[in-house]
């Protein structure tokens, strides 16, 4: 079953908090059925922090590496690429651009380059060193959407490394004020059952409904969680109902996330940043209509 956000959920239905009809899948048996990865490259071979290159990401099929694999557009694009730091404080998500030998490229800036039209979308630039990792988000003609992570390691001095360990439930950025609401559930948010969390905005006191915002890649928003520890990743697309933002999603496992939401307005896209907590869940569908609170 999948809800409109392309969120993939193990049971029919409906979301028990905002009634949001869960839609079954449509799939190619034969091309769901394929094992993907995504081939990387880059020139020069080595990255180096503020330093230039072109990375290369190609999408290949299991045992059938010669095979194109045409892509869907998915959100406007054929590929989205996050990127983030090991540490997961930097956070970058782009387009990589069809080449017409097959692979999807992006280019790494150098130092003190200017992005082309304010922010090319294939464009990003490493700052400091140290292990990244890009996760290519696509979805083959047919197929199931796939999430690749591709580890990156980037010479030069490293930055301080970040640790998270507090949950940041309201995020500031650019005149925004997000809160992420999970007091509904009582006991916050579990891993294995679907999860649903309003978010609430406001500007200069005032709440802003995000209908308002402009579409960016055809969406209201975007979320994308990545677990701490593991790396577990997470994109899903909170609708706007009722004057607020609601995520629904799965954890497949507890930790402590890193979240970055992103929306448009006046032509600029904002990133508001948050650390989510989510306990191990009982595998418990009904744990979820739980209103009480301890
Ligand atoms: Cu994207």
């Known amino acids: 079953m999948n809800c409109e956000d392309g969120k993939t959920y193990d049971e029919p239905g409906s979301c028990p908090v905002c009634n949001m009809d869960l839609e079954p899948m449509e799939i190619d048996e034969s091309a769901s059925s394929m094992k993907y990865f995504t081939q ?13 290159a072109v990375m290369s990401f190609t999408p290949k099929i299991e045992g059938d590496e010669a095979a194109a694999v045409p892509l869907e557009l998915v959100h406007e694009k054929k590929m ?32 003190g380059a200017s992005f082309a039209k304010g922010r090319g979308l294939n464009e990003t630039r490493f700052e400091a060193g140290g292990k990244y990792w890009a996760f290519a988000d696509f979805k083959p003609s047919g197929g199931l959407n796939q999430v690749n992570k591709i ?9 301080k490394a970040v640790k998270y360990s507090q949950a940041k439930m309201i995020s500031a950025v650019d005149g925004y004020t997000l809160t992420l609401e999970t007091g509904h559930t009582g006991n916050g948010l579990v891993s294995g059952v679907q999860q649903h969390i309003p978010i609430s905005i406001q500007q200069g006191g005032k709440a802003v409904d995000p209908a308002s915002f402009e579409n960016y890649l055809g969406e209201k928003a975007h979320l994308v969680l990545i677990e701490v520890e593991n790396k577990e990743y997470v994109h899903t697309h909170p609708s706007a109902t009722g004057g607020k933002l ?16 992103q929306f448009q307005t006046n032509g600029v896209v904002h990133t508001a940043d948050f650390v989510v907590k989510v306990a191990e869940g009982q595998h418990n569908a009904e744990e979820h209509s739980d209103h009480q609170g301890h």
């Not at 990387?40 to 230039?52: F, I, T």
């Not at 996050?82 to 150098?110: C, M, R």
């Not at 995520?247 to 939401?261: D, E, Q, S």
């Open 246 to 261: 609601d995520v629904h999603t799965t954890f497949a496992k507890p930790g402590t996330y890193r979240g970055w939401l």
């Open 40 to 52: 990387y490259s880059s020139k020069p071979e080595q990255l180096e922090a503020g330093k230039e």
């Open 80 to 111: 989205h690429l996050i990127l983030v730091s090991d540490d997961l404080s930097w956070f970058d998500h782009i387009h990589p651009e069809y080449q017409a030998t097959g692979n999807y490229d992006i280019k790494a800036l150098a130092k």
């Open 151 to 159: 580890e990156l390691n980037i010479a030069g001095t490293p930055a």
